[in-house]
């Protein structure tokens, strides 16, 4: 229990979400809906990969809410 580092996997868990956060952002999804239809599917396929990650990653921290996270995925835990 020594070694295990919560606080830091804290820490970059939050840094993959803020940086998902800036991928949505700058790719202007709501822009690609309309103007290029398979580029957004590739925007949300991504979106939804970053989502599942950050499920995993914070189901120690936040275990109900991973676990809801998952099932509005449709993936298992």
């Known amino acids: 229990m020594e070694k295990v580092k919560l606080k830091q996997g804290l820490k970059i868990a939050m840094s993959i979400s803020s940086?998902?956060?800036?991928?949505?952002?700058?790719?202007?999804?709501?822009?690609?809906?309309?103007?290029?239809?398979?580029?957004?599917?590739?925007?949300m396929r991504t979106a939804c990969g970053l989502v599942y990650l950050l499920a995993c990653l914070l189901e120690p921290f936040m275990p109900s809410f991973s676990r809801e996270v998952l099932k509005q995925l449709n993936v298992p835990p």
């Open 19 to 43: 940086e998902g956060n800036g991928y949505l952002q700058e790719s202007q999804f709501w822009k690609l809906y309309k103007e290029d239809r398979p580029s957004c599917s590739i925007v």
